[in-house]
């Protein structure tokens, strides 16, 4: 209730104080004329006005804040990565016999372009890629998953990550597949049914992985050349 008063109060102090000046104005001078001629041009500003301030200077200004926060995002993406996301990329892509066959054709260089980088992206995105869980050390990477799950609680606090939806789904998928190995105690003796579990959890944790590491690369080609250069040398997606 109090809020509706205030937005109500708001508007009619501000109308109320030009009426005041404008009897002003007219007890001093008498001209009617005069004030009806700036009015009416006052008027016919607005238009303008809303054009250049909230649509012209806005747009400006929320395109230098969503590129602050891209900046910031895959930054935090860079540091995910060197921590823990290549490794499990390229534990991933071990186990993924397509995959391997086809490294020549998605492997990054230097000198790609950024549609040559585009063009890997859309063949990642459009393949359901698959692991084969027998060429993976399930002990291994559950040991390794417990291990940075507080690294992977840290990003979480950050809210510029929060509003990148692969990531939160990557991180969800992480936190889930970890999960799956906690209840089961002992990666060793799981069930061939628990096994298929984790597969299917291993693969979609996978390939939210590759899509998010192809748009970290196409992000540092178009704005980081040098720390590109030096990304496609430690490049999960290298011939085997």
């Known amino acids: ?29 008498k001209d009617m004329h005069h004030i009806f001629l700036y009015l009416i041009g006052d008027i016919a ?3 303008l006005e809303v054009l250049l301030v ?9 395109d ?11 930054m935090i993406l860079g540091v995910f990565f060197s921590e823990a996301g290549k490794k499990m990329l390229k ?4 186990a993924d016999a397509v995959i391997k066959v086809k490294l020549t054709d998605l492997k990054i260089h230097p000198d790609m372009t950024d549609k040559n980088i585009k063009n890997i992206q859309y063949t990642l995105k459009k393949v359901n890629w698959h692991t084969e ?32 939806n692969i990531f939160t789904d990557l991180m969800q998928s992480l936190f889930h597949l970890e999960d799956e190995f906690t209840q089961r105690m002992d990666a060793r003796n799981m069930s061939a049914a628990d096994i298929q579990h984790i597969q299917i959890d291993i693969n ?9 590491w192809i748009m970290y690369m196409r992000y540092l080609r178009n704005t980081h050349p040098y720390l590109f250069a030096f990304a496609t040398k430690t490049n999960p997606l290298a011939q085997i």
């Not at 534990?91 to 071990?94: G, L, P, Q, R, Y």
């Not at 979609?204 to 998010?212: A, F, G, P, S, V």
């Open 1 to 29: 209730m109090k809020k509706h008063i205030t937005q109500f109060f708001i508007p009619l102090t501000l109308i109320s104080s030009s009426l005041f000046f404008y009897a002003i104005h007219y007890i001093i001078f």
């Open 45 to 47: 500003f607005i238009p």
């Open 54 to 62: 909230t649509v012209i200077i806005h747009k400006i200004l929320n």
């Open 64 to 74: 230098r804040e969503k590129q602050r926060a891209l900046e910031k995002m895959n």
């Open 91 to 94: 534990t991933f892509i071990d």
């Open 133 to 164: 869980i027998e060429h993976i050390k399930i002990v291994e990477l559950a040991e390794f998953l417990l291990l940075k799950r507080d690294f992977f609680m840290k990003l979480l606090e950050n809210p510029v990550l929060l509003e990148h």
């Open 204 to 212: 979609r944790t996978y390939n939210y992985l590759l899509e998010i």
